[in-house]
């Protein structure tokens, strides 16, 4: 990822708290639609993530299953 992103872990972890922010209501619909907006970036960027976990797994798995 690139410099300035947050980890895996720091933008999952925020994500929870937007999450829970938007659950517990009383934010204004301009609040709300920041909160959602960040939200929306921060699962793609975590989706992001676990896609490159998954490929350097899957790479993992090939080599492995090639060396036998």
């Given at each position: ?16 708290q937007?999450?829970?922010?938007l659950?517990?209501?009383g ?12 939200g ?6 975590c ?22």
């Open positions: 990822m690139s410099e300035g992103e947050p980890t895996y872990e720091a933008a999952r972890d925020e994500l929870v937007i999450v829970t922010k659950e517990a209501g934010a204004t619909l301009e609040e709300s639609l920041t909160l959602w907006q960040r929306e970036e921060l699962a793609t960027l989706e992001r993530y676990l896609e490159g976990a998954r490929s350097k797994l899957d790479a993992a798995t090939k080599n492995d299953d090639d060396a036998e």
